[in-house]
């Protein structure tokens, strides 16, 4: 999109199952989709194994020959680099420790969590990324509640990345998750308190906020500062009823609707209903002088390319952004 403001788009919409955005055609689809519709940057999202080919640095070098030949990839589809990449140290990988299940709650888990950092942080150096987005803490239903000394030590294996990622000349952004053990914008902002703002930002996502209960035009205005990334999508729903705590939060709640037939909980940008208030938050950004990246995204919301195509559709006619 030819703005003031730099766009790009997730990818993650595609990659919904391991084994369903594999072969190399497949991608290409995708990112002609994304290009076509407007976006010359991507948001790549980890993974692991040799299926997950575009969404493990390991595995993207093996098929790719070098981070060269990767950007070759996509600027065969006309998109001409990686904004950045998400992370969840939670979500165990076959690289890391062979499906090792750690947690950054604890601090024994801190010492492995930082190295298994190091591959994600060298890949997104070595593609002229900006930054490494990751998912500072587990989800709230699998451990007892974090209490202040609690989010002081999660804030402690963040800034040792924050400091390597600093080293390769990235940026680290810390992504609210609605399901997660930091809920509250109180416990968010311990959180970001005890983090060290010279090498740790934060990823504000619009629709994870809203369905948490924190409305993201005035958290954004409050502590403006300390956003380096952000996420764009919108919602119809927000939990009501500490939904987040349900056992088993992934499936019960996202996938399963929360026992109140919710269908999907993330939309495009625009859709009927939407709690996001887009243009006000769009607005925000440019009166702050926002520079880093916006990521459009769904999150698995439904058809990816009808999403990608009504997204654009949005930030061109609705927010008078031109397609470049």
Known sequence: MRDTL????????????????????????????????????????????????????EVILLNH???QGFLDFLRRARVQGV?????????????EEGYAFRSTADPADHDAIVEWARPLV?????VGAEQLVVRPVGSAWMSPPLDADGIKLVGEVWNRIGELTS??????????DCLGAVHTADEL????????PATVGFALD????????????????EDAERVTHVHLKDTRYADTGEEYRMPGAESTMLKGGAGRRIERWFFELGTE????????????LRERDYGGWVVVESDHGGNPAELAMLNSWYLQHELGIPKR
């Open 6 to 57: 730099r766009w790009s788009y997730a990818l993650n919409q595609w990659n919904y199952r391991l084994d369903v955005f594999v072969r190399h055609e497949d991608q290409q689809r995708a990112l002609k989709t994304v290009s076509a519709c407007g976006f010359d940057h991507v948001e790549l999202a980890s993974g692991t194994g040799r299926w997950d080919n575009i969404a493990r640095p």
């Open 65 to 67: 020959g070098s981070h």
């Open 83 to 95: 904004s950045s990449m998400f992370w969840d140290p939670q979500a165990p990988a076959e690289e």
């Open 122 to 126: 060298d890949f997104v150096a070595g």
């Open 167 to 176: 080293a390769a000349g990235v940026g680290l952004a810390l992504h609210y």
């Open 189 to 196: 902002r311990a959180l970001l308190a005890a983090t060290d």
């Open 206 to 221: 619009t629709a994870e906020l809203t369905v948490g209960g924190i409305d993201p035009v005035a958290f954004y205005r």
């Open 273 to 284: 209903g939407g709690l996001v208030d887009v243009p006000g938050f769009v607005a925000a």
